[in-house]
């Protein structure tokens, strides 16, 4: 059956932009899309990572997509990898552009495939696929056109481990000062950023992405629905609907956030774990704190609004907190103020006792 897609609604911009179009609503026959068909690196080649050539960049090249209608929108290209026996049903987004060339840093490069392939040592040669998908219309999978996949051979290499990729949260609640804002994180350097983010009472709750701490490099604003806009981004900002503590995720590769709320309170053997004891906030260090007695062998976690959805239990020696975690002990009874810190790559805890 012969698929066709009416264009109006998409380019009415276009055509109002110039009053000697055409006017009639021009239909795109999705028969006849070309999709787009990379050409470097070729399929079957190697590349060869090093660290000493870390800031270099990787090229990727295509032939762009071919739509059988004039003056459309530009088309937006998504490279995507996967690991050697993937089906992209969970694939990494290395960039979007509207350009038919690309470059990904070696390092972007190698730390996506140790991040994303457990099978991989570093050292090892591993094998990943790439395909890009195009598209006039992100929330229209009718303007969509995927190219074929083409598998090449990467040299990995240890090197230091990077620090998680950062951007920082300005806004109304400390006085837009992106130098003193705290940071939301990408351990796996993948564009998806992640972390907490506390919305103190008052104010507007408005707030803002930057990939710096100042406004003179990249700032993501709301484009409305969940998306982000770098083009106007000192305007149109982000907002959480009221107080509390947030989970924050920015995808600055596909252009969207979301928040979700998670009011972390304390819970244990101490109340037969059956209630949910409230954190009060230190502003000044920015910390949860609690000081209470506990019995010898007491144990406790934290979960998020009254709710096992989200917990945070032990998952190292070191302090550190992971979803489902162990539960942490009081081995000795006493009056003992506790701290969670949210606001770091990994969420951690301290235990002081008091005299």
């Known amino acids: 059956m012969k698929k066709i897609f009416y264009l109006l609604p998409v380019i009415m911009a276009v055509f109002l932009a110039s009053c000697e179009k055409d006017m009639n609503n021009p239909v795109l026959d999705l028969n006849k899309i070309v999709p787009p068909e990379i050409i470097e690196p070729a399929n079957g080649s190697v590349i060869v990572l090093t660290e000493e050539s870390a800031a270099d960049s990787v090229l990727f090249k295509w032939k762009g997509t071919v739509y059988p209608t004039e003056n459309l929108p530009a088309t937006t290209y998504t490279l995507q990898l996967d690991v050697a026996n993937g089906d992209f049903s969970n694939p990494v987004n290395l ?16 730390l996506t495939i140790l991040n994303n392939d457990t099978s991989i040592t570093a050292g090892d040669t591993a094998e990943i696929q790439l395909r890009l998908v195009s598209y006039l219309v992100r929330t229209n999978a009718e303007t969509w056109a995927t190219s074929e996949v083409i598998k090449v051979k990467v040299k990995t290499y240890a090197g230091t481990p990077a620090e998680p990729g950062k951007l ?3 806004g109304d609640y ?4 992106p130098a003193t804002a705290p940071n939301i994180f990408s351990p796996q350097h993948d564009g998806v950023f992640r972390g907490y983010i506390y919305f103190p009472e008052g104010g507007t709750y408005q707030f803002k992405f930057t990939s710096a701490p100042d406004w003179n490099h990249t700032n993501f604003g709301s484009a409305g629905d969940g998306q982000l806009t770098t083009e106007d981004g000192l305007n149109n900002n982000l907002e959480v609907p009221g107080p509390g503590n947030y989970f924050l995720t920015a995808d600055t590769i596909n252009l969207t956030w979301s928040y979700d709320l998670r009011n972390f309170a304390l819970i244990g053997s101490f109340n037969n774990w059956s209630g949910d004891e409230p ?3 230190d502003n000044a260090n920015w910390r949860w704190e609690i000081t209470r007695d506990f019995e010898a ?12 959805t989200y917990n945070l239990g032990k998952i190292d020696d ?3 907190l992971g979803q489902d975690g162990d539960n942490i002990m009081i081995e000795n009874a006493g009056n003992y103020t506790i701290y969670l810190y949210l606001y770091e790559p990994v969420p951690r805890y301290e235990i002081v006792q008091n005299k």
């Open 168 to 170: 920082w949260v300005p």
């Open 297 to 308: 062998g007491a144990e406790f976690k934290w979960r998020a609004n009254g709710e096992w």
């Open 95 to 110: 960039g979007n552009t509207v350009d038919t060339v690309f470059a990904v840093s070696q390092e972007t490069l190698n």
């Open 174 to 177: 400390q006085g837009w000062n």
């Open 318 to 320: 070191e302090g550190h």
């Open 279 to 281: 954190l009060t906030w």
